[in-house]
């Protein structure tokens, strides 16, 4: 036991050292990487854009699904997510995201996940 202890904290130990050097580098903003608004969405690369859907929505549907395995009811916003974005690929969420920060130049600072809750999930789940 003591030996996976020592594992977890040297993982640990890299993975902070990791994210320092990148955060360095990344033109030491002072942004967060929760603060992915218009500016960094529409300079980022398509490849970019889809693994950052990728892992957001792997995320909450991972609480999803662990949930439902325990019979407990997943909260309103997962569901909303899931079943909100069930339809679309994420190609299809990244072009709508793409096409709103394009039809609104002022509203560059508006995150990312914002902009998907308002503009693609809330009129789905609303309607």
């Known amino acids: 036991m003591k030996k996976n202890h020592w594992i977890v904290v040297l993982l640990v130990a890299v ?12 033109d030491q903003s002072k942004k967060s990487c929760f603060d992915v608004d218009g500016q960094v969405w529409m300079h980022s690369k398509e490849s970019v854009k889809r693994g950052f859907l ?11 699904h662990i949930r439902t395995k325990h019979s407990q009811a997943p909260s309103k916003f997962v569901r909303n997510w899931v ?28 995150n990312v996940f914002d902009v998907i809750w308002h503009e693609i999930i809330a009129p ?4």
């Open 83 to 110: 079943e909100g974005l069930r339809d679309m690929t994420w190609q299809q969420i990244a072009d709508k995201i793409d096409t709103y920060y394009r039809a609104h130049p002022d509203k560059m600072d508006r």
């Open 54 to 64: 990728l892992g957001a929505e792997s995320a909450l549907i991972l609480e999803y």
């Open 15 to 26: 993975f902070l050292a990791t994210g320092a050097s990148v955060g360095h580098a990344q």
């Open 124 to 127: 789905k789940v609303q309607g």
